[in-house]
């Protein structure tokens, strides 16, 4: 269940401005793979079947763009453990906001960003103001990179969570390159992420991890309906160093199918 505090700071970042939205892009995703679920302890290499399900929004208005997931997560372990986690981000245009062309080299735009992760079990909060560059990629739909302060705001042990943190930094890169092969559709998107280390309440040190998330996408809506930009299915591939600030590296395949609105 989602915590009373923690949802109306993503419906704030993420609901309010597609009100207005100039455009608006709303996924279904499943994904399903063998993934690594305890990054600690002595079974933090043991995998299982794990599915997925997400719902993912992405919108523009006249002042900027929004962009937020929910992740539901099913394990099928010993417990059958489920639990959810969710990212938002707001994106103020600045050259929106002025009125003026702020492009230089690569560079198309910049935003400040505000933006909130939230988990269940872990009753894990964190805040994320920064800055979102948009840049010109040839071929690219779009490429932004977001620089963030990553400041923790969790309930901690004593909350019944996962321990506290310091405060860090965040850099993520997304992206989507679409491509044709004859009369098939295809996708190249995702993201990579950087975020810094860090301390827990306990003293012990939250390790710097890269997460690495990129998809290929195949138009499967347009091939046997004639609908475009509909139905997809495809692969993510995974790659966490330092999974969860632990020291276990997961390399994983997931298979994805995806129903945009």
Do not use: C
Not at 33 to 47: D, H, M, S, V, Y
Not at 111 to 132: C, E, F, H, M, T
Not at 162 to 180: G, K, N, V, Y
Not at 228 to 241: D, M, N
């Amino acid at each position: 269940m989602i915590r009373k505090s923690t949802l109306p700071l993503l419906v704030a970042i993420t609901g309010m401005p597609a009100l207005a939205a100039d455009w608006s892009t709303t996924e279904l995703h499943y994904q399903l793979g063998e993934l690594k679920q305890q990054p600690f302890g002595p079974e933090a290499n043991r995998k299982s079947t794990t599915s997925i399900y997400t719902l993912q929004h992405a919108s523009g208005w006249k002042y900027g763009d929004n962009f937020f997931f929910v992740d539901y997560s099913d394990w099928k372990d010993d417990q059958r453990h489920r639990d959810w986690y969710g990212e938002g981000y707001f994106n103020f245009s600045l050259g929106k906001i002025g009125g003026h062309d702020l492009s230089l080299g690569p560079i198309k735009d910049v935003g400040i960003v505000l933006g909130v992760n939230a988990g269940g079990d872990s009753k894990v909060r964190k805040y994320l103001p920064g800055l979102q560059l948009a840049l010109d990629v040839p071929g690219a739909a779009f490429f932004n990179t977001l620089i963030t302060a990553y400041i923790d705001d969790s309930t901690g042990v004593a909350g019944g969570g996962a321990p506290r943190e310091s405060d860090s930094w965040m850099l993520d890169t997304a992206w989507a390159f679409p491509f044709a092969l004859g009369r098939h559709d295809f996708s190249l998107e995702g993201h990579v992420e950087y975020i810094g280390s860090r301390d827990n309440e306990f003293g012990d040190k939250v390790k710097a991890h890269v997460l690495a998330q990129p998809q290929l996408r195949y138009d499967l809506g347009k091939t046997l309906f004639n609908d475009p930009k509909r139905l997809f299915v495809g692969v993510e591939y995974q790659y966490w160093h330092n999974k969860f600030g632990g020291s276990v590296t997961e390399s994983a395949v997931q298979a994805l199918a995806a129903w945009r609105f």
